[in-house]
């Protein structure tokens, strides 16, 4: 058997998009036949140069069309977010690679779906903001998505093992990021540089905020909730520090799976990639003729309140997880701009998760004005 498959790599330039482009340089079959970035055209014209794909896509209409790209032989270079939807959902893409950050993700990842493709997806904020649309459409459409984040991605291959109703439980890993062992007084001073400085994964900046904050965790959790169809009550959360286990499914007999692998998105990545097969790869396989200890601590809701802002949106759904992404995405950023403090990222999130006017069964334009509330909302913690 050889492997054939034409993918769309939506955020090539980021971390994920970037991990994508060094499975497909390790992985015979995989063909890149487009990518796209926002800000780093560089990047994306050395990516467009070496994998040469019929499109090339500047998602930032203004800068893409201020930058002077050199002769792409065989890419057509195209502006704006729109094309981005185009390119999702075209005949000869067989996989789109879902890997912008935020909800700039959900367009291109909703035309995916549309299309009936199958999306290999990192871009967890679609699955936040509209999961109840985004699994309908696909029912619909045929479309398969497969999950990117390395903690679904185990769980996935751990659901192998049995039938959906013999699941008692999905237990996801967290690192605890690097403020695991801080206390609430420690927390208070938390800097950008420190919560920049991940433990054990290299990753976008807005992941790993998220992931020091445990908002990254919560956000899990709503993705669990809808790639596996689980009750928010069969899904919880485990401190692993070593983030070797990245998570782990427990059926109705007592029996608990596990996947097991270094600390590398270019695994998971892969996986989705190759769906249904696995072929040999760059990932970096673990060691077990060093010693090495495996730990597992129950999360402290206490100091990460976050957690329980996950739980809260997959079991309220409608219109909440569109609040909570659209609070903390522009939360994250007034953290960055140091326009907030660290711990009023999650103190913002509740309120503003508290004050919304809760709609039950949202359409997508009352998604997007949940969303638009939410930011607005976020301003008032700003400092002047
Ligand atoms: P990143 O910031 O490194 O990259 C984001 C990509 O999106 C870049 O290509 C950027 O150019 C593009 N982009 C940014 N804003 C855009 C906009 N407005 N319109 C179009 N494109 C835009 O982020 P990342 O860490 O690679 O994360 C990407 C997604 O994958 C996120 O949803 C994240 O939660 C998820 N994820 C990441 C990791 C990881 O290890 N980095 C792990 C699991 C899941
Ligand atoms: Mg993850």
Redesign the pocket.
């Known amino acids: 058997m050889t492997l054939s498959k034409n993918i769309a790599i939506?955020?090539?330039?980021?971390?994920?998009?970037?991990?994508a482009l060094d499975v497909v340089r390790a992985v015979d079959g995989l063909n890149v036949v487009a990518i796209?970035?926002?800000?780093?055209l560089e990047l994306?014209v050395r990516q467009a140069q070496e994998f040469k794909p019929q499109y090339l896509v500047a998602?930032?209409a203004d800068a893409g069309r201020e930058f002077d790209f050199p002769d792409l032989p065989g890419t057509e270079v195209l502006y704006g977010?729109d094309e981005?939807e185009r390119i999702a959902g075209l005949p000869d893409v067989d996989i789109v690679l879902?890997?912008?950050?935020?909800i700039?993700?959900l367009p291109?990842t909703y035309a995916a779906v549309e299309a009936g493709k199958t999306i290999a997806l990192?871009?967890?904020?679609?699955l936040v903001v509209a999961g109840h649309l985004i699994t309908e459409l696909a029912e619909r459409s045929g479309a398969t998505i497969l999950p990117?984040?390395?903690e679904h991605g185990a769980v996935f291959q751990a659901l192998k093992s049995g039938k959906h109703s013999e699941v008692s439980r999905i237990i996801l890993t967290a690192s605890g990021g690097p403020f695991r062992d801080f206390t609430a007084a420690q927390m208070k001073a938390v800097t950008v540089e420190q919560a920049l400085a991940h433990p054990t994964?290299?990753?976008?900046?807005?992941?790993?905020i998220?992931s020091a904050t445990m908002m990254?965790k919560a956000?899990e959790v709503i993705e669990a909730k809808w790639l596996f169809a689980a009750s928010p009550g069969q899904i919880e959360v485990v401190i692993h520090p070593q983030s070797v286990i990245h998570s782990l499914v427990e059926f109705v007999d007592g029996s608990t799976l596990a996947q097991l692998s270094p600390p590398d998105?270019m695994l998971?990545i892969q996986y989705a990639l190759t769906y249904p097969d696995r072929v040999a790869g760059p990932s970096p396989k673990l060691d077990l003729t060093q010693a090495m200890n495996l730990e597992f601590l129950p999360p402290d809701i206490e100091r990460f309140p976050a957690l329980e802002l996950g739980f809260d949106v997959a079991r309220f759904g409608g219109s909440t997880g569109a609040v909570l992404n659209a609070a903390n995405e522009a939360a994250v950023r007034a953290f960055l701009n140091q326009e907030i403090s660290y711990t009023d990222i999650v103190a913002s999130c509740r309120e503003i998760l508290d004050q919304h006017n809760f709609e039950p069964h949202p359409t997508m334009p009352q998604l997007i004005a949940a969303d638009q509330w939410a930011r607005q909302e976020m301003s008032k913690w700003m400092v002047a």
């Open positions: 939506l955020g090539s330039t980021g971390s994920i998009g970037q991990s796209s970035g926002y800000q780093n994306l998602a930032d977010s981005l879902a890997a912008i950050v935020g700039a993700g291109s990192a871009n967890k904020e679609t990117v984040d390395s994964w290299d990753m976008g900046q807005k992941i790993t998220d990254n956000l998105m998971p």
